[in-house]
């Protein structure tokens, strides 16, 4: 089966970082775009930052460029994404996703698989 495991969340001050892991197991890894998505209560799961497949090419929506950073680790079936400069507005559960799309997409439907959730908040 294929799992993807989400972690590192917590509460952080403003102005603080976080590092979020999405490790996953039951699929060739390097072959899938990965990405991580944040949902706040009552609102759409809407995608923050991909990392594609075939280049290691990423996206950030503007809300996140600059703060914060994806990486993979194709050895270990692991994404990074490092928050820096948090706000009170990154408050979320995010998630990571799969797609065996080879293209940093934002596109949420065409990912196929899901972690669990982790909750960050950032207090003021």
């Known amino acids: 089966d294929v799992q993807l495991q989400a972690s590192g969340g917590g509460l952080v001050q403003a102005g603080g970082s976080l590092r979020l892991s999405c490790a996953a197991s039951?699929?060739?890894?390097?072959?899938?775009?990965i990405a991580w998505f944040r949902q706040d209560p009552g609102k759409e799961r809407d995608v923050i930052s991909c990392?594609?497949?075939?280049?290691?090419?990423?996206y950030y929506v503007d809300s996140v460029r600059g703060r914060f950073t994806i990486s993979r680790d194709n050895a270990k079936n692991i994404v990074f994404l490092q928050m820096n400069s948090l706000k009170p507005d990154d408050t979320a559960v995010y998630y990571c996703?799969?797609?065996?799309?080879?293209?940093?997409?934002?596109?949420?439907?065409?990912?196929?698989?899901w972690g669990q959730g982790t909750q960050v908040t950032v207090s003021s």
């Open positions: 996703a799969a797609t065996t799309v080879p293209a940093a997409t934002d596109y949420r439907l065409s990912y196929d698989y």
């Open positions: 039951g699929l060739s890894f390097d072959t899938y775009t």
């Open positions: 990392i594609s497949s075939t280049t290691g090419t990423t």
